[in-house]
């Protein structure tokens, strides 16, 4: 089936620096990836819409120039965050739709990547 | 997409039958309902969808109502592994936008 890569599954970071994460469609073409953010016992927050060779689209409140996103290839979508906070440590989660069977089944989800900005 | 209800959490003995219920009154009438679950510290993962008929794979059943506002997820038989937070999203089945979580039902298996 397909699968979604995401890379570090966990990462510490000291505040003021910056920390890239990676997604990953392996075995897919992914047009449009996006990323989401959760904080402990919350829900799922889309922060943003990433497309293939264009700007991301960024939800509201969410600051476009300290969450970079790059979307260069059709398998890889990255997002970093800039001076870093401990305010931004949470549960990064990006997401895809496989074409075709995704279509039916809908969205494929990482495995996550919770950030601690200490 | 259409807004939906879900208890905040709910309790379940290993073995039996976990049912999961979802309100969705403004459902349209091309909106499916798909279920969603999310272990802890995991990405959510897909359980199933349908329209208006009852649906079954190996994971669970889909109950919906015959007026569409409302349906089930069942477990047949609740193992601890099944410790997560399930979501019900209602949406046009094709549509590339993004998935919006609500709230989700908190279900806790015992032992």
């Known amino acids: 089936g397909a699968v979604v890569s995401q890379h570090p599954s966990r990462v510490i970071c000291k505040s003021g620096t910056s920390v890239k994460i990676e997604c990953r469609s392996l075995d897919f073409q992914a047009t449009t990836m996006f990323w989401y953010r959760q904080f402990p016992k919350q829900s799922l927050m889309l922060m943003a819409t990433?497309?293939?060779?264009?700007?991301?689209?960024?939800e509201q409140g969410v600051e476009k120039d300290k969450f970079l996103i790059n979307h260069a290839s059709l398998t890889l979508s990255t997002l970093t965050v800039t001076s870093a906070h401990p305010e931004d440590s949470s549960f990064y989660i990006c997401s895809a739709r496989p074409p075709g069977t995704g279509e039916v089944y809908g969205y494929t989800f990482g495995s996550g990547t919770r950030l601690t900005v200490v | 997409d259409a807004k939906t209800t879900q208890p905040t959490s709910m309790d379940c003995a290993e073995g039996r039958a976990a049912n999961l219920p979802c309100n969705h009154s403004t459902i349209s009438g091309n909106e499916y309902v798909y279920w969603y679950r999310q272990i802890h510290s995991q990405g959510p993962q897909y359980i199933i969808h349908?329209?208006?008929n009852n649906e079954t794979n190996e994971m669970a059943s889909l109950i919906i109502t015959e007026d569409r506002k409302s349906s089930t997820l069942i477990l047949p038989h609740a193992t601890l592994r099944d410790t997560a937070v399930y979501y019900c999203?209602?949406?046009?089945?094709?549509?590339?936008?993004?998935?919006?979580f609500g709230g989700g039902t908190r279900l806790m298996v015992k032992p």
């Open positions: 999203i209602v949406r046009v089945r094709n549509a590339g936008n993004m998935l919006t």
């Open positions: 349908g329209l208006k």
């Open positions: 990433s497309n293939e060779g264009s700007k991301a689209t960024y």
